[in-house]
């Protein structure tokens, strides 16, 4: 199964951008879709954005729309987040997730998955 390190997380001002990026174990990356959620204290793990193993079907939770471009580098086994115009709501831990797929076009929004990293925590002051 894959192993997933997330990575990039950090302190920073509102208005800031931080980059995220999330380090998979093995070459078979490319058949795993792939997404990011956060998650803050009391509050159940949201899902932030997804992205087919392609790298071309892409999806948002809209309070990030615009701000928060996912990619996908599947030769460097490799899923990123470019986080950007900070606000102090985007504060929480931010995991990795993925899930195996035949389907190279579809992304998943909810509990399909099933391998997750350890996380990493971006706080953003006001």
Do not use: H
């Amino acid at each position: 199964q894959v192993r997933l390190v997330e990575s990039g997380g950090g302190l920073v001002q509102a208005g800031g951008s931080l980059r995220l990026s999330c380090l998979a174990s093995e070459r078979a990356f490319r058949s795993y879709a792939m997404a990011w959620f956060r998650q803050t204290p009391g509050k159940p793990r949201e899902i932030v954005a997804a992205i087919a193993r392609n790298g071309d079907a892409r999806s948002y939770v809209g309070s990030v729309q615009g701000r928060f471009p996912i990619s996908r580098d599947n030769a460097k086994n490799t899923l990123s987040l470019q986080m950007n115009n900070l606000t102090p709501e985007d504060t929480a831990v931010y995991y990795c997730a993925a899930r195996q797929t035949l389907s190279a076009e579809r992304f998943y929004l909810g509990s399909e998955y099933d391998t997750w990293g350890l996380g990493t925590q971006v706080t953003v002051s006001s």
